[in-house]
């Protein structure tokens, strides 16, 4: 096994010390860089959580010029990402940037183009994907167990703004983007394309801001879509659980729901957290002795973001940039996620349907 070395730019974003802990967990990776332009917070955790830690740095060109840097995972304030990702991928740099990469849509084909100009890798931290629920749910649908998709409906709502720091920048219009659809939203949109491998063409939205927190983006929304199939979808997500603690990893602070229905049958997921099993019905005749079945995951433990399979989901990605496989959340996938969450923003202050360009 090559060991290879890799960087993290920035440590204070929500997810950065997890992902942290992703690459020293992984054995594919030998040596770690950090970046960031605060020097102490660099020290600190280089001091209490420095496993494979090789250098930090506060000149992003002095670690972008280490000749050994394979690949870089970014996690950075959406309004600052971009012109970041810009520099690491004109150094010829592979890069996994947590979603959902900029603002806007424009600011994802930025990257994207930016990213072939180099002839380099660029990922998107979509690892919801991994998941062995959002697997089994891809691999069902692409087995035709539900014949023709009609609807897909999701639920993801979680805790209330209050618990969340109400200043962060996440609820800040020009350092954000949005609110829970561009940070969390987004997941649910991107699963929704992933597992019916079916692209949306057109949203309906109502975003509103109803914490009474001192925010001035969205804390609920609702969507309607309209697959390229002629499905119809519906998200719900929102900051609203008022019981269930506080933390950006609380694995009790989510009830979430994913269900997909098609003429032969449905599929669907419930959870206060990671998924766990995964019900599927279906008169198809390849299951006609069992037309019934619930599959139960017992999830392996692992300090990785996303367990073992956020694991499974950057290693996936070191084997593309060694040109071994596919990247398992694109560039590409992070731009239609960002052009459906910029229509469902446009229709909710315009009253009416959006329409979305093709990828």
């Known amino acids: 096994m090559t060991k290879l070395t890799a960087a993290l730019l920035g440590i204070t974003h929500p997810h950065s010390l997890a992902h942290l802990r992703t690459l020293q967990v992984l054995p594919e990776v030998e040596r770690i860089l950090l970046w960031d332009p605060n020097a102490d917070a660099l020290a600190q955790v280089q ?6 830690v090789a250098g930090v740095f506060t ?9 050994a840097l394979f690949f870089v995972l970014a996690a950075l304030r959406n309004d600052l990402g971009p012109e970041i990702f810009l520099r690491v991928l004109n150094a010829g740099k592979h890069l996994m940037a947590e979603k959902p990469i900029g603002r806007t849509a424009a600011d994802a084909e930025r990257v994207i183009a930016a990213a072939k100009q180099a002839g380099v890798k660029l990922g998107v931290c979509y690892q919801n994907r991994a998941g062995p629920w959002a697997q089994a749910a891809r691999a069902f649908v692409s087995q035709g167990l539900l014949g023709p998709l009609v609807s897909v409906e999701m639920r993801m ?28 939203g987004c997941h649910y949109i991107d699963l929704m ?34 697959f390229r199939s ?12 008022a019981l269930s603690g506080g933390g950006y990893h609380n694995k009790a602070g989510y009830d979430t729901y994913g ?24 008169a ?15 999830l392996a433990e692992s300090p990785a973001y996303g367990g ?48 979305i360009g093709a990828p």
């Open 193 to 226: 394309r992933y597992i019916t491998q079916d692209e949306i063409v057109a949203v309906s939205a109502e975003v509103e801001t109803r914490s009474g927190e001192a925010i001035d983006v969205e804390d609920i929304a609702t969507l309607t879509m309209r």
């Open 230 to 241: 002629g499905a119809v979808g519906s998200l719900h997500a929102g900051y609203l659980l």
């Open 47 to 52: 001091a209490t959580q420095g496993a494979k």
């Open 157 to 184: 709502i979680t805790t209330q703004v209050q618990f969340r720091n109400p200043k962060h920048w996440l609820f800040s219009q020009a350092q954000a983007g949005g609110g829970i659809l561009s940070w969390l």
């Open 59 to 67: 000149d992003l060109d002095a670690l972008l010029a280490d000749q």
């Open 284 to 298: 198809h005749p390849a299951w006609s002795g069992a037309p019934q079945r619930t599959f139960h995951y017992t």
């Open 259 to 282: 269900g997909f229905n098609g003429r032969l049958g449905r599929l669907h997921w419930v959870s206060s957290g990671t998924p766990s099993s995964l019900s599927v019905e279906t």
């Open 308 to 355: 073992v399979h956020g694991e499974q989901f950057m290693r996936a990605f070191i084997l593309a940039a060694q040109g071994k496989g596919e990247v398992p959340a694109s560039g590409e996938d992070a731009l239609q996620v960002a052009r459906i969450v910029d229509a469902a923003y446009e229709s909710s202050r315009t009253g009416r349907r959006v329409e």
